[in-house]
């Protein structure tokens, strides 16, 4: 591979850690990035899951280090976005992803129109429609095994449980919603990571530019808060919806 490219990639990378810690969506750009570069798609899926794992770890301990969320107190939810993650990584050998790929740009229309329109949407928490327990053992494995079988997506759809369900306010969501992410990007790498289907040096590299535009787009978010995340939250929704309508 040239230097050319690993700069591009690189650039990439370093991108979509700034999108992907305020928005979610970061693999709207590595991955297309990944398979310019040559890479089959599963081995694209593989590298971009170690990459990934570096930014979403950044985002994670920039929004702890700020009192946005307790790790401690998070770590069985965390477990099971791990756990529903392998799951769907190793669904992702054997099944097709054929109805995901054509119902998922819908769905992402519609999460774009709900932070869009919906009124009174802040970073000051609402009422909570469903109990702890439910929202861990079931949307958590769910959006989670989404995460390791298909991937895109996968932070707005936990930003939308989070607000639309557990109540948070969007800071707080998106706080939350970048540990969970982690725990999945972890999941999905260990099955990637077993099966062989990473490039190790180019995931590293840019795994690095990963990590500090994911700082960078955590300190932005924490900084202007509701007002900043959501109207980027629905353009990256917007995006990743036509892009995939475009296919």
């Known amino acids: 591979m040239t230097i ?13 850690g700034y999108v992907d810690a305020v928005a979610g969506g970061g693999g709207l750009i590595t991955i297309p990035a990944l398979l310019l ?3 089959d798609p599963l081995t ?11 930014g979403s770890g950044s985002a994670t301990i920039a929004y702890a280090a700020k009192g946005h969320m307790n790790l401690r107190e998070q770590a069985p939810v965390a477990v099971l976005s791990f756990a529903g993650a392998c799951v769907g990584a190793l669904g992702a050998r054997v099944l097709p992803t054929e109805i995901l790929q054509t119902g998922l740009p819908f769905l992402l229309i519609a999460v774009a129109l709900f932070f869009a329109l919906k009124p009174g949407l802040s970073d000051i928490d609402a009422e909570r429609r469903i ?5 861990g053992f079931t949307l958590v494995p769910l959006i989670g095994a989404y995460d ?29 919603t970048k540990l969970l992410n982690f725990a999945s990007n972890l999941g999905g790498f260990a099955v990637f990571a077993l099966a062989g289907s990473v490039i190790w040096q180019l995931g590293l590299m840019m795994g690095v530019a990963q990590f500090v535009g994911a700082r960078l787009g955590a300190m932005t978010a924490m900084r202007f808060g509701a007002k900043f ?8 929704c917007m ?3 036509i892009k995939l309508l475009w296919q």
């Open 239 to 241: 995006a990743l919806a």
């Open 44 to 54: 694209a899926l593989g590298t971009n899951k170690v990459q990934s794992l570096f």
């Open 229 to 236: 995340i959501r109207p980027l939250l629905v353009v990256v």
């Open 37 to 39: 570069a040559g890479l």
């Open 131 to 135: 109990s702890p327990a439910v929202f």
């Open 4 to 16: 050319d490219i690993i700069l591009f990639l690189v650039a990439a990378a370093f991108l979509a």
């Open 148 to 176: 390791g079988l298909f991937g895109p997506g996968t932070g707005s759809f936990f930003m939308l449980a989070f607000v639309a369900l557990a109540g948070y306010g969007v800071l707080k969501a998106t706080a939350h």
